[in-house]
């Protein structure tokens, strides 16, 4: 059965990296997602993009997000200079369409800034 | 904008009891609902999704929950709960792009 892939599926870097978090989304699925979850805390929306453009934004997808599908196969979350607050569990999503399509969920990648 | 509210942040019950845990949303036309399952350093599963028709909607795991418009509600059920149910549960409902996520339950079970 097709499945999200991420890697890492731990990263650890200093406060002010630049980190990059990959995604394989489901090889026909259009729509492409970012979640975040803090230790002990809810899943948040991040991002959702379509068409090599991003199609909505939570608040917490300030500028020092970025998100990008360069390929054919992967998406991507940049961090730009992470902080201590950005620690938290990231997961992708893809979905074939919106609304009724399911969206299904990635591994995740567990981010730890030091 | 949506919004969902699980009023039980940890459950206990016995291996073989029957279980409900409680989702409320907040959406002011028709809402698509789902119940994610996430156990410990697992990615989110799917557990079932509720979009149309029959209010109650059966998943997998022997997992069903049911669609109150009248309540604002989608409970998830089981009649009879596994070890290997212990997990933390998340009701979500979305509206275009933006899945919104309950803080989920905790649900653990004893022997």
């Known amino acids: 059965e097709p499945e999200v892939t991420q890697t890492p599926s731990h990263q650890v870097t200093q406060m002010g990296q630049e980190v990059i978090l990959r995604c394989v989304p489901i090889?026909?699925?259009?729509?492409f997602y970012w979640y975040r979850q803090i230790l002990g805390q809810k899943v948040e929306f991040l991002v959702s993009f379509y068409n090599n453009e991003i199609s909505e934004k939570s608040e917490i997808f300030d500028d020092q997000f970025s998100v990008e599908r360069p390929d054919g196969s992967n998406f991507t979350l940049k961090i730009r200079s992470t902080k201590l607050e950005d620690s938290a569990m990231y997961f992708c999503?893809?979905?074939?369409?919106?609304?009724?399509?399911?969206?299904?969920f990635g591994p995740g990648t567990r981010l730890t800034v030091l | 904008a949506q919004s969902v509210t699980q009023p039980d942040i940890h459950i206990t019950v016995s291996e073989g009891a029957s279980l409900e845990l409680r989702c409320n949303y907040s959406y002011g036309a028709t809402p698509y609902l789902f119940w994610y399952v996430q156990s410990p350093g697992q990615g989110l599963q799917l557990l079932l999704k509720?979009?149309?028709?029959?209010?109650l909607v059966q998943g997998i795991k022997g997992f069903e929950a049911e669609f109150k418009r009248s309540q604002s509600s989608f409970n998830l059920r089981k009649p009879s709960v596994h070890w290997s149910d212990a997990a933390e549960y998340f009701c979500a409902v979305a509206a275009g792009n933006d899945m919104r996520f309950g803080a989920g339950t905790r649900l653990t079970v004893k022997p």
């Open positions: 090889s026909n699925h259009l729509y």
């Open positions: 999503a893809s979905s074939e369409g919106l609304d009724t399509d399911t969206q299904y």
């Open positions: 509720y979009f149309s028709g029959d209010t």
